[in-house]
């Protein structure tokens, strides 16, 4: 039975469209320094071949939820990237197969672009989408990871003729995406893709706002979390953990964790911390996607309100977990609602009480007062009154940060994922026939 898209936090996800499960690679145990735990997932004989497609080389949400798939399927899958970076090392060093098919000027495309824009760079698209129709013909599936390769994969499905899935991680919005852009993701959904996979009921919502589909006809599959990997850091001892990353030892510490982006709402947090006089803020992430700007912003905007020595700069870090332990307080400050909130989950994981800003996915995640706190989006006023309730009260913090562990673990695991996904792909490669965009109002 499937639940309306307006169901209570923590919801169960839309079951998929197939009974079937597989083990691809029959849980082979994870590779060393992989931070995954092996995945038991139920098994049959079908394996469907996949090659998986993602634009970015950064790793973003929409990487890391990819880098668990891929390795699961490494055995008999391959990665192609339009641009390369450190996404292609992590790749490669799971034992995953990598191919970049780089065009710099298709990789340039904004997502708020105009419609002469995107005709200069005809050529370049041309050209990727026939380098990547010739080698989803060796597949069975194509399974596309972030809008461009969505893009891409449905220019070129009447070369290669397999079935696509699309995994959807944005709430497709004109906040997040120039009319170009939404007009183009509308038709290769509606003429291209057989299954859409969303992140979150947020984005499914807005899939349905903008392509006709019904919301509740796609398959919610959160991303999941490796829980275990916050188990391993020892964080009884916080002062010397702070030590070793170079933090305050004493000092009252709340993280945020994510991209140096306006959306993100950094500048939020900052406004916060200036009503709160002796609380630090630990700002994890750097700017990936052209936004030096604002990350220049932040540090101006510190140093004006007088808190630059209480604001720590740490840029990006791969060892997230380690850095969450050291935090008193997890924080999500995004303006936009979130499609998921993969960070939150993470912070939930490490045992931390999170504070996040109420809309989108988020409000899946996060029951206001019995595992995390919700605020409105964009209220420095409000964000530093629910640190400092938090702060005051370490009782209430304990009791959210215990119950926000428990959530993690049962509600957002890798396994979950990986099952869901699985039986997805397998769905997909049983019923291409079945095509999503055929429930589409016309």
Known sequence: MRPTLDASPI?????????????????????????????????????PRVLFVDQSGQLGGAEFALLQLAEHCRSHSEVV??????????????????????????????????????LRVLPGIVRQVRALAARARAFDVLFVNTQKALVLGA?????????VVWYQHDILTREHFGRVQLSVIKWAVRL???HVIVNSQASARSLAALTGLAAD???????????SAFDRVDGTDIGSLRQRLGLPENAWLAGLFGRLAPWKGQHIALEALA???DAHLVLVGAPLFGEDAYAQRLHDQAAALGIAERVHFAGF??????????????????????????????????GRP?????????????????????????????????IVALRTDPALAQRLAQQALTDAQAEFSVERYLQRMMDALTAAMQRPGDRTNTQASR
Request: charged letters at 15%; proline letters at 9%.
């Open 192 to 194: 291209a893709v057989d």
């Open 11 to 47: 919801a169960t996800p839309l079951p998929l469209v197939s009974p079937v499960f597989i083990d691809p690679v029959a849980a082979p145990a994870a590779p060393v320094g992989s931070g995954m735990s092996a995945p038991t997932v139920r098994q049959t004989s079908a394996l």
């Open 217 to 227: 006809s796609v398959p919610v599959v959160y991303n999941g979390i490796d829980a």
């Open 81 to 118: 990237l339009l641009a390369d970076g450190p996404f292609r090392m992590r790749l490669e060093a799971l034992g995953a197969r990598v191919q970049v098919m780089n065009d710099a000027k298709v990789s340039g495309i904004a997502r708020q672009a105009s419609a002469l824009n995107c």
């Open 155 to 163: 220019l070129g499905k009447v070369l290669y003729r397999k079935p």
């Open 317 to 350: 870090q791969d060892d997230v977990p380690t850095w969450m332990k050291a935090m008193n307080v997890i924080l999500h400050t995004s303006t936009e609602p979130e499609p998921f909130g993969r960070v939150i989950v993470e912070g939930m994981a490490a």
């Open 354 to 386: 999170v504070i996040a800003a109420a809309a989108g996915g988020v409000t899946e995640i996060v029951r206001h007062g019995r595992n995390g706190w919700l605020v409105k989006p964009g209220d420095a006023a409000a964000l530093a009154e629910a």
């Open 275 to 277: 009503r709160l006089p």
